[in-house]
């Protein structure tokens, strides 16, 4: 069975740092886009960030450019998420998923799905 599994979220002040990882079994890591996206208490789950399969494109979205960095290992299996600068708006329930193609970074795009970290940035 795949298996998306998410670890390292928490509670960070605002300004902070915090670095989400998540790690896939069941699949061929390489032969997947990897994404993170996110979902607010009564909001639609949004698209985050993604990379595709080597690691050499990035997309993010406009919300978190400058301040979040994907990244991914394919020896070991791991998908990551370094969130600088956090702000109270970034608090969600982050999710890792995987895709079999570069193409749109919506929810729709993405078969695979991790049960969710979550992330919650307050004073």
């Known amino acids: 069975q795949v298996q998306l599994a998410e670890s390292g979220g928490g509670l960070v002040q605002p300004g902070g740092s915090l670095r989400l990882s998540c790690g896939a079994s069941g699949l061929t890591f390489t032969s997947y886009v990897m994404g993170w996206f996110r979902q607010a208490p009564g909001k639609e789950r949004e698209f985050v960030a993604a990379i595709s399969w080597g690691g050499g494109s990035t997309h993010y979205t406009e919300s978190v450019q400058g301040r979040f960095t994907i990244s991914r290992d394919n020896t070991k299996n791991t998908l990551d998420l370094q969130m600088n600068s956090l702000k109270p708006e970034d608090t969600a329930v982050y999710y890792c998923?995987?895709?079999?193609?570069?193409?749109?970074?919506?929810?729709?795009?993405?078969?695979?799905w991790g049960q969710g970290t979550q992330v919650t940035v307050s004073s």
């Open positions: 998923a995987a895709s079999d193609k570069w193409v749109k970074f919506t929810t729709a795009d993405y078969a695979y």
